[in-house]
């Protein structure tokens, strides 16, 4: 079936380092990919996505790519900051009405 | 504003017990669904709604149960809940449920059954 899988955390990082949490998938078909944040105590809120391949979503500085080749969406941002820090989940949509999420990346930056 | 409301945020219950977690949208969606969050497994689907009258099963629908009778409310009723279904509960809707929609979350129920 469709999964989702993202790298383990926690990830920890020194403010304005960079970052990378990476996302692979597996769908049939060709999903729309997300990056949803969760902030303690919080909801998820969308973050970015991509509807097709070779799509770059973007916001607040974070970037992702949908890469079709290697079935991927990495999160990236070129400077964390202190108010980044959070859990950070991958998720496809594959047109069936289902969402699979990925297990969850948490994130801590360091002042 | 904008807005997925659950109620209630915080339910301590024991074994058997009877419950309903409601969700109210006012985005006028179609698209509503239930998830529930473990640590180390994520989120995990429980059932979803395309519009009213209308819903199915997600990966994890066993023990719950939905109604959609009207568009706005997507409650989730555990009949006779468990131990195993102590979790952190998000209701979701979105537009149409479209690939290209964005989801939008409550701000979750955490459940603690005894």
């Known amino acids: 079936g469709d999964s989702v899988t993202q790298m383990e955390g926690p990830v920890t990082l020194s403010e304005e380092a960079f970052l990378t949490i990476n996302c692979t998938y597996t769908?049939?078909?060709?999903?729309?990919l997300f990056w949803y944040v969760q902030y303690p105590g919080e909801g998820l809120q969308l973050l970015l996505k991509?509807?097709?391949?070779?799509d770059k979503g973007s916001n607040k500085g974070f970037e992702a790519t949908y890469r079709k080749e290697t079935t991927s969406f990495h999160l990236e941002k070129g400077s964390v900051q202190v108010s980044d820090s959070a859990v950070y989940f991958c998720a496809a949509f594959s047109g069936t009405y289902k969402y699979i999420f990925g297990t969850g990346t948490r994130l801590k930056v360091l002042a | 504003e904008a807005q997925v409301t659950q109620n209630p945020r915080y339910l301590i219950t024991v074994t058997g017990k009877k419950l309903t977690v409601t969700c109210s949208q006012n985005m006028n969606h179609e698209y509503m669904s239930w998830y529930r969050q473990d640590p180390g497994l994520g989120l995990r689907q429980i059932y979803y709604?395309?519009?009213?009258?209308?819903?199915d099963k997600g990966d994890v629908p066993e023990g719950y149960k939905v109604s959609r009778k009207e568009k706005r409310n997507f409650p989730l009723i555990l009949e006779s809940p468990s131990p195993n279904q102590t979790s952190l509960y998000f209701c979701?809707?979105?537009?149409?449920?479209?690939?290209?929609?964005?989801?939008?979350f409550g701000p979750g129920t955490r459940l603690t059954v005894l």
């Open positions: 991509a509807t097709k391949a070779d």
């Open positions: 979701a809707s979105s537009l149409y449920g479209a690939s290209t929609d964005t989801q939008y």
């Open positions: 709604s395309m519009n009213v009258e209308v819903t």
């Open positions: 769908a049939t078909g060709y999903p729309s």
